[in-house]
């Protein structure tokens, strides 16, 4: 059975075309201050897209692997919609703005993860502890991302090599508890749990989150967010 598709975060695409939001952007992937009005133009062409095709799914609880913890699978997209814009601007030349919008659609599916989060709370019964990847470890197999997909929503499906289409869009498995000393606000810069598995940094240049573990079936999670893979 498919699972309840509902549309993506209001508050986060409300967001979206901010100030705030934009000069984040702008300053994190260090654009010049003259291609600001640029990354507002490709951001205001995305904005109408998300909003008719965004959306997020998420499965009913239940246990993994025989451990205690209660978890759920969760699959978010941006829509099809994006990746038929940012194969327009390819083929228009517009290196700059294809660049753009990966950088803008990979910040709005991080913040993703800490609108979930609130979610989850504001149902009173759970909140994450943590998140697991398809591929992070081995309760948690690669091979079975397709049939995750099909379950959940088929407007997401993945090839053979695991490449998900629409490209900004994600897949992981949220584990939920009511431990109140085990809290993850979301994948981002910042958080005090310094030994949070799902802890991530900037790297040298500044401008990449990198996963604080180096391991490669855990940067299969951070690749889906960052549309690297």
């Not at 829509?79 to 228009?92: A, H, I, M, N, T």
């Not at 753009?100 to 502890?129: C, D, I, P």
């Not at 997909?149 to 490209?167: D, G, T, W």
């Not at 939920?176 to 991530?200: F, H, M, Y």
Request: hydrophobic share 40%; glycine share 8%.
């Amino acid at each position: 059975m498919v699972a309840e598709m509902a549309a993506f975060f209001t508050e986060l695409l409300d967001d979206f075309l901010k100030a705030d939001f934009l000069e984040m952007v702008h300053k994190k992937f260090h654009y010049g201050e003259e291609q600001l009005e640029t990354l507002t133009a490709v951001a205001g062409e995305m904005l109408p897209v998300m909003r008719k095709e965004a959306f997020w799914v998420r499965g009913a609880e239940h246990n993994y692997g025989g451990e205690d913890a209660v978890c759920e699978e969760v699959v978010m997209s941006l829509g099809k919609g994006l990746d038929e814009l940012q194969e327009d601007y390819s083929r228009k030349g517009m290196l700059l703005e294809s660049y753009m919008l990966e950088t803008l659609a990979s910040e709005l599916l991080l913040r993703g993860y800490s609108a979930y989060n609130r979610h989850v709370r504001m149902e009173g019964k759970w909140h994450v502890a943590r998140y697991h990847f398809w591929g992070s470890e081995e309760g948690f197999p690669l091979e079975k991302l397709s049939e995750i997909l099909e379950a959940l929503s088929p407007q997401i499906v993945c090839n053979e090599a695991f490449y998900m289409q629409p490209k900004k869009s994600v897949a992981f498995i949220a584990e939920l508890t009511q431990d109140a000393k085990k809290v993850c606000e979301g994948i981002c810069i910042g958080c005090g749990s310094a030994d949070c598995p799902n802890r991530v940094k900037e790297d040298a240049m500044g401008n990449r989150m990198t996963a604080r573990s180096m391991d490669l079936p855990l940067n299969y999670g951070y690749s889906r967010i960052l549309g690297r893979f």
